[in-house]
């Protein structure tokens, strides 16, 4: 299945909002979907369930150790699971456990440095490949894909809490 528009991008111009609009939310459904295969993939690549994938990238995000509860928080796990999940990932040798300087009752996890390193170098290829597709916009262009992107994934985090609230 091609995932090429109908139009040109010379054509772009000629697009009602509409069209646009819903070329939207048909790309959003097909990167999401597309993205979901790719992260089974790179987790099958690492050797990860792609649960704990979604925890590694997170926690790489992260600026500094995070608690089993920030983890599930982050993850939409139940404190249970992230516990749970904390554990593999440890035993794995991909996460360390640290005491928390704060509450000696708490402990921190961050990621492990080789674990770091191994990751980073699966990321090599494909965070080329995704680098190469952003080359091609525009500073302003880049700039209205971070706006949106940022804007979208709070309003994903807002609905998702709704909808596990049954709201």
Known sequence: ???????????????????LLA????????HYADY????????DHVGLHPTDMQCVALLDMEPGPVSTGDIARLTGLTSGSATRLVDRLVKA???????????????????AAEARRRLGEAWDTPGRAFGAVL????DSELAVIADYLHRA??????????L???G
């Open 93 to 111: 040798g991909i996460v360390e456990r640290h005491a928390d300087p704060h509450d000696r009752r708490r402990s921190l996890v961050s990621l």
């Open 135 to 138: 080359e091609s916009y525009s």
């Open 164 to 166: 596990n609230s049954g």
């Open 23 to 30: 070329r939207i939310v048909t790309e959003s459904q097909r």
């Open 1 to 19: 299945m091609s995932t090429d528009s109908p139009r040109s991008s010379a054509g772009r111009d000629e697009w009602s909002r509409a069209e």
């Open 36 to 43: 979901s295969l790719f992260n089974q993939a790179m987790a």
């Open 153 to 162: 994934a709070e309003v994903g985090r807002s609905q998702a809490q709704r």
